[in-house]
């Protein structure tokens, strides 16, 4: 693997000053990683996505700091060099402070994350300017946030008319004042999203959001073609790797069935005359 220096928050918002794109992806694997970081990617998400990417509920609220952050050590190690994000779960942080400062903490610690990611309008706020303070960096997400899925009635674009799309961009400036040092835009039209971009000095990186922002992120699951259904029409298809997985299983299912797998190649041979001796075992004679 090609080392890299260590991407940081300074190298973000060097990138934004510079206007160079930042590249983001989720992953939830040591091997995806690797890859990720091979690939030279900037930041690395493990999103509360996991939720239905990869265990199957129809959203992402079932998921628990735990299992998130298991998966986040992984993704450090297959990564070292990435700004790696931990996604901190439903009502995770919505408690008390200390509930959020203690849960977040255990994604810094044990994971190695860089900072941390919240759902949430201006009204998080307290929440975020509590965790700074506890020395922890707090990526915002604004826009469409899965986690109020229930209040929001589903998976809807927002800010999609002026008073909703300035509502955005006072929220963002809010989150920005009360020390969220990055920010995710998610499903937000181009018109709010530049705002946003140019009203912060924070990166902002956009799920659907257009192309004005400091960056991009999606759901690893949805890009390659792994994920089950269609995907969100801000999502390019990069790859099929659902159809290449069916495809390597039938291959294999087929060779079970026919007798073409195992080869000779794939099987262990016993030491030299042994094969003898142990056949004499078993003759009745
Ligand atoms: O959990 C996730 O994958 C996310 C992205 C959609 C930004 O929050």
């Known amino acids: 693997m090609n080392m890299r220096d260590k991407i940081t928050l300074a190298t973000l918002r060097s990138m ?35 939720a239905q990417v990869i265990l199957g509920h129809n959203s992402t609220l079932p998921i628990t700091v735990e299992f998130l952050v298991t998966l986040a050590a992984a993704v450090r190690r297959g990564a070292p060099m990435a700004y790696l994000v931990g996604d901190m779960p439903y009502m995770s942080y919505h408690v008390n402070h200390e509930e959020a400062i203690r849960n977040a903490g255990r994604f810094m610690a044990e994971a190695g994350c860089d900072c941390v990611k919240v759902e949430g309008d201006g009204r ?52 920005e004042a009360a020390g969220a040092c990055a920010m995710v835009l998610e499903a937000v039209p181009p018109e709010p999203a530049r705002a946003i971009a140019e009203a912060t000095d924070i990166p902002v990186i956009g799920c ?3 192309p004005f922002c ?5 759901v690893l699951h949805d890009m390659m073609g792994l994920a089950e259904g269609p995907a969100p029409r801000f999502v390019r298809q990069y790859g099929d790797v659902r159809g290449a997985i069916r495809s390597a299983v039938d291959s294999y299912v087929s ?31």
């Open 214 to 218: 400091d960056g991009h992120v999606l």
């Open 16 to 50: 934004k000053r510079d206007r160079k794109p930042i590249s983001m992806l989720t992953a939830y694997d040591y091997p995806t990683a690797q890859i990720e970081e091979e690939a030279g990617i900037e930041c690395i998400l493990v999103g509360d996505s996991a």
């Open 208 to 210: 659907g959001a257009g």
């Open 124 to 175: 998080i706020a307290g929440t975020i300017e509590k965790m700074v303070a506890a020395t922890i960096p707090v990526m915002a997400h604004l826009g469409l946030r899965p986690q109020a899925v229930h209040q929001i009635g589903g998976y809807r674009a927002q800010g999609r008319d002026a008073d909703a799309a300035e509502q955005l961009v006072r929220d963002a400036k809010i989150l």
């Open 255 to 285: 060779d079970i069935r026919s007798r073409q797998y195992p080869g000779d190649e794939h099987t262990y041979k016993m030491l030299a005359g042994e094969a003898a001796r142990l056949a004499g075992r078993f003759s009745d004679a």
